[in-house]
């Protein structure tokens, strides 16, 4: 008993010593982040704070991407290349993400929808807009296209979320999301601060094509406390403007494509309907499924977001 006592002593005290050894290898190492991973972009004043903008090609109409729920500019790596072959493409950090500067609460649709035009406007990237968003960005998109329909030319929506998602979902099973996300959040923050993020976290956030330096860097913007905050701000606010959307359903006869992952096709209630739902907004708005493809089609299957940018990118240029 006594050598059991004696090897568990001596197994706590190695991992309180590799748990401080990690903790003082992250503070070390964090202090020369902002040097080791500049933003590409610039960051642009929107009234206080700046918000992150990386632009590059040229062509009308500008795409402007929206990341989902804690992405960054970063989400858009394997996209925004070869977009720019093309057109002018603008991937952006909603504010308090990335690279961008915290924005006032609550971190609604509407507000996230304000920050981007004054940040499309500061910037001098001139419309149409042709708006991609992934995932929870649906709802920040179609806000923006409410606010100023002249701008906006043409959609594409990935595997997004939708206020009919939101409407059958219970208080309980929405409390319990919200729960998740914090549980979730605070676990990033854990491992952020005893190192293993920096050790390892390239190794989770990698995709294939993704280069080890930028899997990297999404795992370090995407654990700071400011991004790890913001994330659970903008889960708090993910319905506050669904009455808006549901008064103002119509999109006209915007060209619209509606990508949605067959793995939540087949495992989400409500989401095959809400995709449905979705492609109908537009009078030329169409569905399609991208077979295999997890919720994070951009980084798994990049080609078919391609594709469909593309697609509404010819549509638009054809009016």
């Known amino acids: ?20 050894a990690g903790a003082s290898y992250e503070a070390i190492a964090s202090g020369g982040d902002a040097k080791a991973y ?3 972009g610039q960051l642009v004043d929107v009234g206080g704070y700046r918000l992150h903008i990386q632009c590059m090609g040229s062509g009308s109409p500008t795409v402007v991407l929206d990341a989902g729920l ?63 968003g992934h995932s929870l960005a649906g709802k920040n998109i179609r806000i923006f296209t409410q606010q100023h329909p002249d701008l906006v030319a043409g959609m594409v929506l990935i595997d997004a979320r939708s206020e009919y998602v939101d409407a059958q979902t219970s208080l309980a099973e929405a409390q319990g999301f919200q729960d998740m996300m914090e549980a979730q959040e ?30 990297t860097e999404m795992a370090l913007l995407s654990t700071t406390q400011q991004s790890r905050d913001t994330v659970i701000a903008e889960a708090q606010g993910r319905a506050a403007d669904d009455a808006q959307l549901e008064a103002a359903p119509s999109l006209g006869n915007r060209p619209l494509i509606v990508l949605a992952a067959e ?32 919720h994070y089609i951009q980084l798994e299957q990049p080609g078919l977001v391609l594709d469909a940018v593309r697609q509404v990118v010819t549509q638009v240029r054809g009016h």
């Open 1 to 20: 008993m006594r050598r059991i006592a004696i090897g568990f002593g001596l197994l706590l005290v190695l991992i309180v010593g590799l748990i401080l």
């Open 38 to 40: 500049p933003p590409p």
């Open 70 to 132: 804690g992405g960054t500019s970063l989400d858009w790596y394997l996209v925004q290349n070869d977009l720019s072959k093309t057109n002018r493409v603008c991937a952006y950090d909603r504010a308090g993400l990335g690279w961008s500067e915290a924005g006032p609460q609550p971190r609604t649709p509407n507000q996230i929808a304000r920050e981007l035009y004054t940040l499309l406007n500061n910037a001098g990237i001139e419309g149409p807009y042709v708006l991609v």
């Open 186 to 215: 605070n676990f990033k923050g854990l491992l952020r601060r005893v190192g293993l993020i920096r050790l390892v976290g390239a190794s989770f956030w990698s995709m294939p094509g993704v280069p080890e330096k930028i899997s």
């Open 263 to 294: 793995q939540n096709m087949k495992e989400l209630p409500n989401w095959p309907e809400a995709q449905q739902r979705l492609a109908a907004l537009s009078t030329k708005g169409s569905l399609m499924v991208a077979k295999g493809s997890g």
